[in-house]
């Protein structure tokens, strides 16, 4: 029991968390927005992660830097990306009628090529470097800086979105669209315009989330799906569309792993995950902060 109620278990879930909602916030935004299963995200992580590591090795200027870089080139590879496919199978009757089916295999497809380019890029090896590594003593817990620096900057950028999606006028258009697509045309919503933007901030997002990964975690060219399975988890506990429920969805969904990993052993990992998946999907499929179809 004192294992359980230590500052450093309670530490190592919040900084999780902060990764969680920083993934599930940008694949909230284009699943909600869309309807497009982008299964590649997690992947888009590791390029960021790739992206802030070169740019340490290369030149020496760390992540807090380099960060605004992985955003800028994960959100320019969105734009490609909506632009160039994206659009035109929205556009697309027949496609457009299956949309879920062929989002999922547009980007399983996009996931592979992020894959192995990376790793004829760079080879398979993990790559990690030291950057903060400094340790700092929090209450009774012993903690490393670097992660204090993802956990505060993850929560900031966070709550950023959600202020941002709550309050702004392109904020309300997109919350507008996500909520009632028709009724949102009707008023004068250029849908094709929040789209493309969306894109690019649901991508710069996991750029971001991977520079961030990379100053604690190794990243490889294969590392990026786990995330991509926390990410739907996250979306399902807070509600599909519900930026404030996803956030609540990371907390929760770190806790139960960190302290389940602590109750238990590691090998115990993705049974819980699929298992807090799986139950939720039964007993509450609209999430806990969802709202029932009338």
Do not use: K
Not at 36 to 50: F, K, P, Q, R, T
Not at 135 to 152: K, S, T, Y
Not at 247 to 270: C, D, F, P, Q, W
């Amino acid at each position: 029991m004192d294992q359980i109620a230590s500052t450093q278990l309670l530490l190592s879930a919040l900084i999780l968390a902060s990764i969680y909602a920083l993934v599930a916030l940008g694949l909230n935004l284009i699943y909600g927005t869309m309807r497009l299963l982008n299964v590649a995200h997690g992947d888009l992580m590791m390029l960021g992660g790739y992206f802030s590591y070169w740019v340490f090795q290369l030149v020496g200027i760390g992540p807090l830097w380099s960060m605004f870089g992985a955003v800028l080139l994960t959100a320019i590879l969105g734009a490609a990306c909506y632009l160039s496919i994206v659009r035109y199978v929205i556009g697309n009757r027949e496609l457009a009628a299956r949309l879920e089916a062929n989002s999922l295999l547009i980007f399983f497809g996009f996931a592979i090529i992020i894959q192995n380019g990376l790793s004829m890029a760079f080879t398979s090896d993990p790559r990690s470097y030291g950057y903060l590594n400094s340790i700092l003593a929090v209450g009774d817990a012993r903690v490393e800086l670097n992660r204090l620096a993802v956990l505060g900057l993850g929560t900031v950028a966070s709550a950023g979105c959600v202020l941002f999606f709550q309050f702004s006028r392109f904020g309300l258009a997109t919350r507008a669209l996500i909520q009632q697509r028709d009724a949102a045309s009707l008023v004068g919503i250029n849908a094709d315009r929040i789209q493309l933007l969306v894109f690019c901030v649901g991508f710069g997002m996991a750029g971001l989330a991977g520079s961030l990964v990379s100053m604690t975690e190794t990243v490889t060219p294969f590392g990026g799906f786990p995330y991509t399975i926390s990410a739907f988890v996250v979306i399902i506990l807070g509600g599909l569309g519900n930026l404030g429920g996803g956030i609540l969805g990371a907390v929760l969904l770190a806790i139960i792993e960190i302290y389940g990993v602590a109750l238990t052993s590691a090998a115990y990992r993705s049974i819980l995950l699929y298992g807090v998946f799986i139950t939720v999907l039964l007993i509450r499929p609209q999430g806990l902060l969802g709202r029932s179809a009338r």
